[in-house]
């Protein structure tokens, strides 16, 4: 169970940005931090961008650089007030990601940045599910995430932060093999790749382009 820390870094968005962007550091600072799932993939301003758990918007106001077709989805209506603050270019919706209240086939991208340590291994499998649901037949998934270093010199750093600011589920998805989940839901993972001495996995998949409409 995470310290007091966690529940005030969701109320603070300045404590919260603090953080992230002090993590962000060990793979270059912020910006680099919210490519990384970002690169190799092809976004225009016609791509219809799924932001999953866009949270106050952190990644979304980089999507919104690249599409003019951006949703974010969140759960907390506080976190979606501050997103259509800081990023009023995108659309938001609230709803689970585990049932996303969206059409079938209806986004190119579906990117997440580092909500998948909040859910237990059963929710992940429901979300990656419903992923594969609203992404059109050749859409991406793009996820970034932590992972477990094989830098040992990361290892308390990470394991601190973890026991500062996360739960069980963060610990959890370290012990997780992610693209065999996303093998699971139907999702082809055609990119896995490690950054920050391997604390950050960075994955995607993609939906068969033989999927029905």
């Known amino acids: 169970m995470a310290t007091f820390l966690r529940p005030l870094s969701y109320r603070y968005q300045w404590l919260y940005d603090a953080i992230s962007r002090t993590a962000a550091l060990t793979v270059g600072g912020e910006r680099r931090f919210r490519h990384l799932p970002l690169q190799g993939l092809t976004i225009t301003p016609e791509t219809r961008v799924l ?10 106001r980089f999507l919104v650089e690249q599409s003019e077709q951006v949703t974010g ?3 907390s209506p506080r976190s979606l007030e501050r ?3 800081n990023v009023p ?3 938001y919706v609230q709803g689970w990601a585990e049932e996303m209240p969206l059409a079938d086939n209806s986004f190119d991208v579906v990117h997440t940045s580092a909500a998948m340590h909040e859910m237990t291994p059963a929710q992940r499998q429901q979300i990656f599910q419903e992923a594969g649901r609203v992404l059109r037949p050749g859409g991406t998934l793009a996820m970034v995430d932590f992972h477990r270093p094989h830098n040992p010199l990361l290892w308390p750093g990470l394991a601190l932060f973890l026991w500062l600011f996360e739960t069980e ?4 998805l370290l012990d ?3 693209a065999t989940e996303l093998e699971k839901a139907g999702l082809q993972v055609t990119s896995f790749q490690l950054y920050g001495g391997g604390s950050l ?3 995607h998949a993609t939906k068969p382009a ?3 409409l």
């Open 176 to 178: 997780s093999d992610v």
């Open 73 to 75: 989805l969140d759960i």
């Open 83 to 85: 997103a259509q603050e």
């Open 210 to 212: 033989s999927a029905p």
């Open 89 to 91: 270019q995108a659309t």
């Open 201 to 203: 996995q960075v994955l």
């Open 169 to 172: 589920t963060a610990w959890q």
């Open 51 to 60: 932001d999953l758990c866009c949270g106050s918007g952190q990644t979304t």
